[in-house]
């Protein structure tokens, strides 16, 4: 079984930045992308980010190209997401998402980013 555990959300004002890191343990298994998810009160939840370990392909979504970074630390198997110029409409639940390439979903149990002044 794999754990993700979220850590690194706060409270931000608008234009400033936070970094989210997400831990993996647990049983290891091979992973077919490895991402972060967001959710709203009273919207679905929607990709963020996600990294693809066939290629290292990168996607992100539209609301967040060229703010946020993906990025991982295999030796500590670790993968962030760094967030710049936050905006009032980034408040919401982070989830970190791992997929395998049985297609497999693990989830986080999330944190939470208020991006208010």
């Known amino acids: 079984q794999l754990q993700l555990v979220e850590s690194g959300g706060g409270l931000v004002q608008p234009g400033g930045s936070l970094r989210l890191s997400c831990l993996a343990s647990?049983?290891?298994?091979?992973?077919?992308?490895i991402g972060w998810f967001r959710q709203a009160p009273g919207k679905e939840r929607e990709k963020v980010a996600c990294l693809a370990s066939l290629d290292n392909s990168i996607h992100y979504g539209d609301s967040v190209k060229g703010r946020f970074t993906i990025s991982r630390d295999n030796a500590k198997n670790t993968v962030y997401l760094q967030m710049n110029s936050l905006k009032p409409e980034d408040t919401a639940v982070y989830y970190c998402n791992v997929k395998t390439v049985n297609s497999i979903m693990y989830w986080g149990q999330g944190t939470q980013v208020t991006v208010s002044s």
């Open positions: 647990g049983s290891r298994s091979d992973y077919y992308t």
